[in-house]
């Protein structure tokens, strides 16, 4: 059975950081990429950053690029999401997903068919 399951968030402060962890199981982790994603009430889920653990490639928005690090432990099949200098607009529910690493969209949440079942960041002024 294939599992994601999130964990690390809760409540900062604005210019904190926080670090989610996904943890894998119940597939093949190198075979596929790995994504996180967030949402707010009444948006479309928001694809942050991916990464292959196969061979390290990452692809981050634009929105998150320079603040936000993704990151693979291939023994744990863990990924990690470093979030750095958050901002209020950054509270969301945040998830991760898998796909198979022959998606082509790596950030469009069509593209996956397993999640996670999400961790709530909250970022305070």
């Known amino acids: 059975e294939v599992q994601l399951v999130e964990s690390g968030g809760g409540l900062v402060r604005a210019g904190g950081s926080l670090t989610l962890s996904c943890a894998a199981s119940?597939?093949?982790?190198?075979?596929?990429?790995i994504t996180w994603f967030r949402q707010v009430p009444r948006k479309e889920r928001e694809g942050l950053s991916s990464?292959?653990?196969?061979?390290?490639?990452?692809v981050s928005s634009d929105s998150v690029r320079g603040r936000f690090t993704i990151s693979t432990d291939n023994a744990q099949k863990r990924v990690y999401l470093q979030m750095d200098s958050l901002k209020p607009e950054d509270t969301a529910v945040y998830y991760c997903?898998?796909?198979?690493?022959?998606?082509?969209?790596?950030?469009?949440?069509?593209?996956?068919?397993?999640w996670g079942q999400g961790t709530q960041v909250t970022v305070s002024s």
């Open positions: 119940g597939f093949s982790f190198e075979d596929h990429v």
């Open positions: 997903a898998a796909a198979h690493l022959t998606i082509t969209y790596v950030l469009l949440a069509v593209s996956y068919n397993h």
């Open positions: 990464i292959s653990p196969r061979d390290g490639r990452i």
